[in-house]
């Protein structure tokens, strides 16, 4: 099929297509030298995409998580939203949303035999992005970045170990983790969350 990556993604094969093409830019990328901040945003962003893609709710959660089934796969779409709009450079995204965002990823627990290695590309890739946001210097696209490129390095080997052949949707299933979750307080989760615009908090009722 004939694909652009700024084709809206209206049906599987087009998803797929896009994952694909962001894996193999990812790819190029990371061997190309040198290795600077200008390339680690656009690696980390294709990272995100790929990782967050293919994150997949449990079908079976804790009795009190059970009744927001629906605001959990809206969450993981909202995940997948802002990868998407990261990696297409459709919104200008502060560092604060990308703490949170990483905060929200640890509320999370791995279910399924590969869920874990999505889990931590998906941090490095966002870890890697805090990092470039917060550089100092103005023009800093040129400048080397050995310690930005290394989260996706290990980011990318995560991904790299996931099997391909015989897997199904219960293989990449995650659930909200209630221990983590509870050490939010309800002033810093509300504060985060007003300050970056994307619900990460739970335990809102």
């Known amino acids: 099929m004939n694909f652009d990556p700024e084709d809206p993604l209206d049906s599987q094969d087009q998803a797929d297509a896009y994952l694909n093409w962001c894996a193999d830019q990812y790819a190029r990328i990371s061997v190309d030298e040198p290795r ?14 790929v990782s967050t893609a293919q994150l997949h709710l449990a079908d079976e959660l804790e009795p009190e998580f059970e009744p927001r089934r629906d605001e959990l796969l809206d969450q993981l779409a909202q995940y997948q939203g802002l990868a998407r709009a990261i990696e297409r450079r459709h919104t200008n995204v502060p560092v604060e949303r990308y703490i949170i965002l990483r905060m929200s990823l640890d509320c999370w627990k791995p279910i399924g ?13 966002v870890n890697a992005r805090v990092l470039s946001a917060m550089y100092p210097l103005v023009d800093f696209a040129g400048i080397e970045c050995p310690d930005v490129w290394a989260l996706l390095d290990a980011g990318a080997d995560k991904l790299g170990e996931v099997e391909t052949e015989g897997l199904t949707f219960d293989d990449f299933a995650i659930a909200p983790d209630s221990g983590t979750i509870a050490k939010w307080t309800w ?9 970056s615009g994307i619900d990460t908090d739970l335990n809102a009722n």
Request: some cysteine; charged content about 20%; glycine content about 6%.
């Open 36 to 49: 600077t901040f200008g390339k680690a945003i656009q690696g980390s962003a294709w990272l995100l995409v």
């Open 187 to 195: 002033q810093r989760a509300n504060n985060v969350v007003r300050r």
């Open 113 to 125: 035999d590969w869920a874990e290695h999505l889990l931590t590309a998906a941090r490095c890739a």
